[in-house]
Nanobody
Framework: QVQLVESGGGLVQSGGSLRLSCEAS????????IAWFRQAPGKEREGVSCISHIDGSTVYADSVKGRFTISRDNVKKMVFLQMNYLKPEDTATYYC???????????????????WGQGTQVTVSS
C-alpha cells in the first residue's frame, strides 16, 4: 500500500523559511517522479515543483523559481521542498504526489499523478 506523508508545515512570517518533507512507503522511490502541489482556499490545486526519478532534473512554477528547492533522498525515501523568502501568497495546503510514468510537461497537472499525501498546511503572515 503506497503512502505519502507530508510534514513540516506551519505558520511563518513573510520572508521566512520552511522545509517540507514527504515520506514515502509502499513503493521504491527510485522509480517515481515526485511533485509538490499546493491548494489555497477557493483556488485550484497547482503544481509547485517536480523532480525526476531518472536524472534528478527539476522544474518549478514561475511563482516559486529562485525561492523554492526540491530534492530527494531515495535511500531514506524522502522528498523535500525547501521554501525560502516566503510570501503571504504562498499560503496553502501543500501536497506531495508520486507517479512512475513519464510526466514531461504534464508535471503541473494533478491528474498526472496517481498517489497523493494528505497535505500539510503552510501559512505565511504579512
Amino acid at each position: 500500500q503506497v503512502q505519502l506523508v507530508e510534514s513540516g508545515g506551519g505558520l511563518v512570517q513573510s520572508g521566512g523559511s520552511l522545509r517540507l518533507s514527504c515520506e514515502a512507503s509502499g513503493l521504491t522511490l527510485d522509480y517515481y517522479n515526485i511533485a509538490w502541489f499546493r491548494q489555497a482556499p477557493g483556488k485550484e490545486r497547482e503544481g509547485v515543483s517536480c523532480i525526476s526519478h531518472i536524472d534528478g532534473s527539476t522544474v518549478y512554477a514561475d511563482s516559486v523559481k529562485g525561492r523554492f528547492t526540491i530534492s530527494r533522498d531515495n535511500v531514506k525515501k524522502m522528498v523535500f521542498l525547501q521554501m525560502n523568502y516566503l510570501k503571504p501568497e504562498d499560503t496553502a495546503t501543500y501536497y506531495c504526489a508520486a507517479e512512475s510514468l513519464y510526466v514531461g510537461d504534464r508535471w503541473s497537472e494533478p491528474s498526472t499523478f496517481d498517489y497523493w499525501g494528505q497535505g500539510t498546511q503552510v501559512t505565511v503572515s504579512s
